[in-house]
């Protein structure tokens, strides 16, 4: 019969170290005595688990951040360097500018100065057309050429105002006849010398503007001229004029050249002269259009070209708004003017050819005439006696112009003083105006006007 023996324990692993039975006891009792405890920091510990992750996404993010914020700094200064930049870039542009003033306004002073004389010389010469027979025509070719380059001088100046935008108005009621017929008058010397024939319609007399009737006049005058440069001798161009709802339409139209469908949208911009390789003969500054467009825009206006293209000829429109009509004023009475008495003439000229030939001029006309060729002789001349008048010149060696009338009115010698200067800005004007000037002349100056307006301090 078998013998049943008591359970024991299972036997330890090799190597093992066996628990005494009475541990495991103790042990058993323990995690069965705490087991909440421990589920309680096993759950606290996922939680801290759960910040730690959050505080290290955090982190991660806050980093991520401050790059952003790097680039963002260094965008920034970036941009303070490149405002810096654009700072010095228009400072440089405002000061090229400002010395392409200055240079213009400079080139223009030399460039009057010795046309003063030739206008002199030619006026003197204008007198003596009974001498030989063919006087009167050289006095004539003399007269367009001077005039000629005046308009160059001019438009360098205008190309000037218009880059800088300081072209200006002096606005008021202006009728569009009056207008169109000083625009002719001016260019009736280049087609009278190129043999055309200017055809007018329309420009009704009850047509009237609200602007600048000088500018507006250059406006026509430059299409007119235009046209006239870039036509056949002996050719006839049109000046059309007329109504259109509430505006003005005025058309210069001729049989020229014509104008190639590539360049029409840059016929107006300053210095295009494409379309003038083909007759370069008429020379210009390529100009004229582009102050066209200026002026006319100034007006409220509007202005464009046509050409079927080269050898078809061209029609420049303008479009200007209406205005209604001044009220009517009556014309006043012209008195017979008194005769003019003889002056006494103090003429201060750095330049001895235009400073004998208007002292010639000036004889001529009964008035004495005394001349000085600086301005510190100019200003001793005053302390020695009292003039009725002084023409003087701005641009003088040493003391110039306007010191001269200012030192001159302060002492107490404090005649008539008129500016005759080759300075046409209108700051120039402004500052003689204040040194004490009653009158700013540019050179070369029309004698006819120098004339009347010295009748007038003679009378």
Not at 354 to 378: I, K
């Amino acid at each position: 019969m078998s013998e049943i023996s008591p359970a024991l324990p299972d036997a330890p692993a090799p190597g093992a170290v066996a628990t005494p039975p009475f541990e495991q006891a103790a042990m058993a009792a323990l995690q069965a005595a705490h087991a909440g405890e421990v589920e309680q920091l096993r759950v606290l510990i996922g939680q801290l688990l759960v910040q730690v992750e959050s505080l290290q996404a955090e982190k991660d993010s806050r980093s991520a951040l401050e790059g952003h914020v790097d680039q963002l700094r260094e965008a920034n200064q970036h941009l303070v360097w490149a405002t810096f930049g654009a700072q010095d870039l228009q400072a440089a542009a405002e000061g090229a500018s400002l010395r392409q003033t200055e240079f213009l306004s400079m080139l223009a002073h030399e460039l009057r100065n010795p046309l003063q004389p030739m206008a002199m010389a030619n006026e003197l010469l204008g007198r003596l057309t009974g001498a030989h027979a063919e006087l009167p025509r050289l006095h004539a070719v003399l007269a367009r050429q001077l005039k000629h380059m005046v308009r160059l001088v001019d438009d360098l100046l205008d190309a000037s105002r218009i880059q800088s935008g300081k072209v200006t108005l002096q606005r008021g009621p202006v009728s569009l006849a009056d207008v169109l017929d000083s625009a002719v008058e001016t260019c009736q010397p280049m087609l009278a010398q190129r043999q055309q024939v200017l055809r007018r319609a329309g420009a009704p007399a009850d047509a009237w503007l609200d602007g600048d009737a000088v500018r507006l006049a250059q406006v026509f005058s430059n299409l007119i001229l235009n046209a006239s440069k870039f036509s056949p001798e002996g050719s006839a161009i049109e000046l059309q004029a007329g109504r259109l709802g509430g505006r003005l339409e005025v058309a210069v139209k001729d049989n020229g050249v014509g104008i190639s469908a590539a360049l029409q949208p840059f016929v107006f911009d300053l210095f295009t002269q494409g379309f003038r390789s083909l007759e370069r003969a008429q020379g210009g500054l390529g100009i004229g259009l582009a102050l066209v467009r200026t002026l006319v825009e100034m007006h409220g206006g509007a202005v464009r070209v046509r050409s079927e293209g080269i050898g078809l000829g061209s029609e420049f429109i303008v479009e200007l708004p209406l205005a209604p009509a001044p009220a009517a004023v009556a014309a006043p009475v012209v008195a017979a003017a008194p005769p003019v008495a003889p002056l006494s003439i103090l003429l201060v000229e750095d330049n001895v050819d235009a400073s004998d030939t208007l002292s010639l001029l000036l004889t001529q006309a009964g008035h004495a005439v005394t001349q000085r060729f600086d301005g510190a002789s100019g200003l001793a001349a005053l302390q020695e006696r009292r003039y009725d008048l002084v023409l003087c010149d701005i641009g003088l060696p040493g003391l110039d112009g306007f010191e001269v009338a200012r030192r001159a009115i302060a002492a107490g010698a404090a005649p008539h003083f008129v500016a005759t200067t080759g300075y046409s800005q209108p700051q120039d004007r402004a500052r003689a105006l204040a040194a004490g000037y009653e009158h700013y002349l540019i050179k070369p100056v029309d004698f006819a006007m120098l004339a009347e307006l010295i009748a007038g301090y003679a009378r």
